[in-house]
Nanobody, 129 residues
């Protein structure tokens, strides 16, 4: 089991940047498919960026590719999402997720749906105006 706690959300103007953090605690010795999702009220949760723990290979949704970067601080068990060139369309609640049973190649190809992730953080709000 792992616990996920997001931070770093807030309000920013169009064109600005934010960095989200996800502190991972618990059984971090196992490999996990780590992802950032976002959700707007009334809409489905959208996968934004994916990376397997301890691996640099990444997958990005087309809506954020070239603007967002997912990364890990393995020493401190933190997952990051650097968000640049933000637009109002990026406004959402952002969630960190971990999938314990998602295979590495399947994970980094971006195939896993939200229902395949078994651990979730509480979410952090990002508002772009």
């Amino acid at each position: 089991h792992v616990q996920l706690v997001e931070s770093g959300g807030g309000s920013v103007q169009t064109g600005g940047s934010l960095r989200l953090s996800c502190a991972v605690s618990g059984n971090t010795d196992s490999g996990y498919c780590m992802a950032w999702f976002r959700q707007v009220s009334g809409k489905e949760r959208e996968g934004v960026a994916v990376q397997y723990s301890g691996d640099s290979a990444s997958y990005y949704a087309s809506s954020v590719k070239g603007r967002f970067t997912i990364s890990q601080d393995n020493a401190n068990n933190i997952l990051y999402l650097q968000m640049n060139s933000l637009t109002p369309e990026d406004t959402a609640t952002y969630y960190c997720a971990a999938g314990q049973w998602i295979p590495r190649s399947y994970c980094t190809a971006g195939y896993a749906g939200s229902n395949e992730y078994n651990y979730w953080g509480q979410g952090t709000q990002v508002t772009v105006s």
